[in-house]
């Protein structure tokens, strides 16, 4: 694994690269699609109960974890996972996907009397 990436930014490209370098090396294989899909839920659910409890009404229990960073990158993680099993490159679908919101809602929630 080439560790002198991260002295630098990441890029999302390099990121997918490191994840099916830690795979190939520590992880024996992926995980099945649908395997990896029920941990991606998992993760954003422990993502969720942080964020309910300290930006919610909840309360944490004794012990219980309370930084999302740790969390967020697990979802992160796992999602890297399922793009690379499923051959989506990230990069290129959030430059899409970023497009496509840019045409779609330019002008919408600047006109939403709401926000």
């Known amino acids: 694994m080439n560790n002198e990436i991260f002295m630098n930014e990441l890029t ?14 520590y992880g024996v294989r992926y995980f099945s699609e649908l395997t990896n899909m029920a941990v991606l839920t998992e993760e954003v659910g422990e993502l969720a109960r942080i964020l309910s409890r300290k930006y919610g009404d909840q309360s944490f229990k004794p012990g219980e974890p309370q930084d999302p960073a740790d969390e967020m990158a697990d979802v992160l993680w796992v999602l890297l996972c399922l793009a690379n099993q499923t051959g ?3 990069t290129e679908a959030f430059r899409k996907n970023l497009e496509k919101k840019t ?3 330019k002008d919408r929630h600047k006109n939403n009397p709401k926000l």
């Open 88 to 90: 989506v490159d990230l």
């Open 12 to 25: 999302i490209k390099q990121a997918q690269q490191l994840v099916d370098d830690w795979i190939h090396t």
């Open 103 to 105: 045409t779609r809602d």
